[in-house]
């Protein structure tokens, strides 16, 4: 399962590196072309915005999984250890809490404009909308996960909130 995962999110890397590749190239394809020739792709524009917001989201999923999105700990770790692990569980109900907030509002978006088409590039407006629902199940996802973790296989809070990278350098 965990070779699974792993395969997973290095999936979710490469197609980050594919979405920030596809931006800077039609954006500097796109400033060259106006520059020196009076002209552009029209479509470029749409492309990068689709890259840019799949950047983003797909970024936060990993962000969520190594822990390398905003926590303020300082709160935290001064706490007794089952408050810590009370107020760990709040903040990832919280956390699922609003992904199952931007899930279903995604998931809305996506039925309404399930027929409407982007004016250069006649993709489908709905795959703007898949990214917050893709983000939304994977960060609820990675959460439970969190609270499992915490509860069911007796991680300390002070490992689930230290950063993936960071407690994998020190082990070596």
Known sequence: MSRLLNALFKGIEVLISIALAVMIILVFANVIL????DTGFAWSEEVARISFIYLVYLGS?????DNRHLL??????RLPSIAQKLLYTLIQGLIIWLMMA???GSYGLMLQNYHN????TGLPVWVVYLSGF???ISIILLASGNIFKLWVLKRTVKDLITPQDESAATLE
């Open 72 to 77: 303020i700990d300082s709160v935290l770790i």
């Open 34 to 37: 106006r520059f020196i020739f």
């Open 134 to 136: 893709i983000m939304g």
């Open 102 to 104: 931007l899930t279903t």
């Open 117 to 120: 088409k982007w004016v250069a």
């Open 61 to 65: 999923i990993e962000a969520m999984r």
